[in-house]
């Protein structure tokens, strides 16, 4: 991408699994630099399973510099357990960032797929499919949970007031 770029992580947090994605922007133009998933194993203790997403995700801001990152929220439906689960990997992710110093935007699931789709309450299938099309992929990005942090740093560049974690 020609001119001035900047990098953008995106981050789906979660204990068993943390999705990362790194989009380029220039201008308007979007482009996928790389994506993955940090997988905990549950049987691990839990001080473990957290050391590990936040190495691995600073291992990330390491190779890619990104300037900002958006990540998802902690929405808590029906499952309060599942949610502190979430919200303990989210800590794990936002110290990585922290400690690079990224501007953090951090997004609800329903203004994500408002930003990627135009509907906050799009359906999974319909957020992958617009990941895969406003990146100009092959494919659509694998697992959902890369899928879903690709859609998070899409939504940081509709958003443009990240704050600082």
Known sequence: MAGTARIILGIDPGLAHTG???VEQCGSRLGCVAYGCVATPADAPLA????????????????FRPS????????????VT???????????ALVACAEMGLAVGEYSPSQIKLAVVGEGTAEKEQVQYMVR??????????????????????CYTTHETGRFA
């Open 82 to 92: 599942a949610a502190f689960a979430t919200g303990q990997a989210r800590g794990a």
């Open 48 to 63: 473990e399973r957290l050391l590990k997403i936040h190495h691995q995700v600073g291992a990330v801001i390491e190779r």
């Open 133 to 154: 099309h406003l990146l100009k992929l092959e494919r659509d990005p694998a697992p959902d949970h890369a899928a879903d942090a690709l859609a998070a740093a899409i």
């Open 68 to 79: 900002c990152v958006g990540i998802e929220t902690v929405w808590f439906g029906n499952n």
């Open 20 to 22: 990362w994605g790194v």
